[in-house]
């Protein structure tokens, strides 16, 4: 009986094992996990890509946004950009180039600087008795600078009077305040006197024609009063100017210019520069 017991013992332990060591060589579903792999990694690309694909969204519009921004700025620079064009005068034998300027702050001074800019372009005409069917005339125009507030312009020609031995060459200059309509001259940004000492003086520098010892010399023999009532009739602004003025200045970027008369061998008119940071 107890051998009995004993071997249904051994049978049952034995069966337990059997059934235990079967269960530890149980088949793993490698289908299932690489499926299961396959699907948490295209999960995870598809999150990131998703990501990526906002992020692109994303930057794109901030481009968007400041190339818009951008165009804004060039749009609001440009409206506040005065514009200039150049418009010519015929009459007969002359022609007289002047500015048109347009798109100024205050549009209501638009008319008023034009005519006032037209005006003292075709001024040479009538100071030097021009007649148009006889003598003839051609004078161009340079926008020297032109901003919001102010236009320099110059004026560069030649004279050939009916009769006349040889032509004469010309340079006269407007400056235009934009905000007043007004022209301003040397008196507005230099002293007559102070300027009349350095054209005579070794410190003298020339624009045109540049460098000339012989007009430098001829500067120097000059008198120091007869060039300081040169001066103080200098552009279209000095007090008491009766007929066309003898010499002209315009300032630009600080440096102030001044045309001055020479003899005709000299090239009829020289021009000074000055620049008062280094005097």
């Not at 901003?147 to 004279?159: H, Q």
């Not at 602004?237 to 020479?262: C, K, R, W």
Request: with cysteine; hydrophobic share 35%; charged share 25%.
């Amino acid at each position: 009986m107890r051998k009995q017991h004993v071997l249904f013992a051994a049978l049952a332990a034995a069966v337990a094992l059997s059934a235990s060591g079967c269960k530890s060589r149980e088949k793993i579903d490698l289908d299932t996990l690489h499926t299961s792999e396959a699907e948490t990694m295209a999960s995870t690309e598809a999150s990131g890509g998703d990501k990526e694909k906002e992020t692109e969204k994303e930057t794109q519009k901030e481009t968007e946004k400041e190339t818009e921004e951008t165009q804004k700025g060039a749009d609001s620079s440009s409206a506040l950009s005065v514009r200039s064009k150049i418009a010519t005068e015929k009459q007969g034998k002359t022609s007289i180039e002047y500015a048109v300027l347009s798109n100024l702050r205050d549009p209501k001074m638009e008319d008023a600087v034009n005519a006032l800019i037209k005006e003292k372009a075709l001024q040479v005409l009538t100071d030097y008795q021009i007649d148009p069917a006889a003598d003839t005339l051609s004078v161009k125009c340079t926008v020297v600078s032109l901003d919001k507030n102010k236009a320099v312009l110059t004026y560069e020609g030649s004279l050939m009077v009916n009769g006349a031995a040889h032509p004469s060459d010309l340079f006269y200059t407007t400056t235009v305040d934009l905000n007043k309509g007004t022209l301003q001259g040397l008196s507005d940004y230099a002293d007559a006197y102070t300027m009349a000492g350095y054209i005579l003086s070794d410190d003298c520098v020339l624009k045109k024609p540049a460098d000339s010892k012989e007009a430098l010399e001829y500067l120097k023999t000059q008198d120091l009063n007869a060039m300081w009532e040169i001066l103080k009739q200098c552009d279209f602004t000095a007090e008491n100017l009766e007929g066309f003025p003898q010499s002209f200045s315009y300032e630009n970027q600080g440096v102030i210019y001044m045309a001055v008369p020479v003899p005709h061998a000299l090239g009829d008119y020289v021009i000074v520069s000055y620049t008062p940071d280094t005097k």
